[in-house]
């Protein structure tokens, strides 16, 4: 059977719970976040993921319904938890305890394919946490194979849960790759000491990995774009009172898959992120219920 377009996006990974110091949690996850978002948008992207059947699972499924967003990839683990994270926050930069064997872990390729099979998404999105498990690294790689659909890296490196030849795996198989500067310099082995040399280091990933484009994030400083014709974009911080910069990344990526998918130049793309991730630091939290918050933005780029 030919396979028919899929719509929107598809994002794959995990959805979890910011546990902050007060007590307070705050649903999350970087895959979940972004396709908040893309959702808040307008642009109805699937998430695959897994959840537990305790309070937690049913709390992400009624906020997702709430939201309007699309199920149908949640599947629901009777055995393993709703992923938890512990977040300690120090000069408004978050730190993270991963807890293990949650119910993310454990995406079974079978629920979704049997759904899903004849059906191939414009762009997938994934990250590094949800594959540091066997069984999900296997679904991801049944998907992949399935759709054969452009990949969108965003590579959220969490220590202790990656190793350089999975990640370098998820290198070769991408084609639009954001990372942090601290994650590029993990990759270059902490040789690029100027912001010269990391400009050229994320080229010389460009390169290596044949990839049309590579987004760092600098955090306070802003954020700059190398492509693989070794042009260059930066774009300067946008100056706003921080609450907390959890989700920061996120954001940015889910503006620049919007980007994508609609064709924005890559330029007008990192200035919509940064100005949009911005936004969000403005607020606890990586996701907003408040639709005027994304309405406004839509309203702005269609005026642009």
Not at 204 to 212: E, G, I, P
Not at 233 to 250: L, N, R, S
Request: proline residues 6%.
């Amino acid at each position: 059977m030919q396979q028919q377009p899929l719509p929107c996006p598809v994002i794959f990974g995990e959805v979890l719970f910011d546990c902050f110091p007060d007590g307070t949690q705050v649903l999350g996850g970087a895959p979940f976040n972004v396709s908040w978002h893309l959702q808040g948008f307008g642009l109805a992207p699937l998430l695959i993921s897994r959840v537990g059947t305790e309070e937690q699972g049913q709390r992400v499924l009624a906020a997702m319904k709430k939201w309007g967003m699309d199920c149908r990839g949640i599947q629901q683990d009777p055995l393993h938890p709703t992923g938890r994270v512990e977040v300690t926050l120090q000069d408004d930069q978050p730190s993270f305890d991963i807890l293990p064997e949650q119910a993310y872990d454990f995406i079974d390729p079978d629920l979704f394919l049997q759904q899903l099979s004849n059906q191939a998404p414009p762009l997938l999105y994934r990250g590094t946490l949800a594959t540091r498990s066997a069984v999900s690294q296997k679904a991801l790689a049944a998907l992949s194979s399935a759709w054969e659909p452009p990949i969108f890296l965003d590579l959220n490196l969490r220590s202790p849960w990656w190793q350089r030849a999975s990640v370098e795996q998820a290198l070769h198989t991408a084609r639009w790759v954001k990372l942090n500067d601290l994650e590029l310099l993990m990759l270059l082995e902490h040789k690029a000491k100027t912001e010269e040399e990391l400009v050229k280091g994320a080229q010389s990933v460009c390169q290596r990995f044949q990839l049309a484009w590579v987004l760092v994030t600098l955090g306070a400083k802003g954020a700059f774009l190398v492509t693989a014709d070794d042009k260059t974009h930066w774009v300067e911080p946008q100056p706003v009172k921080v609450v907390d910069t959890v989700g920061a990344g996120d954001a940015f990526s889910a503006v620049m898959i919007q980007g994508l998918l609609q064709d924005w130049p890559l330029k007008q793309a990192i200035e919509r992120g940064a100005a949009f991730a911005a936004a969000i630091c403005t607020m606890r939290g990586a996701v907003t219920q408040d639709s005027q918050f994304y309405a406004e933005f839509i309203a702005d780029w269609r005026e642009a």
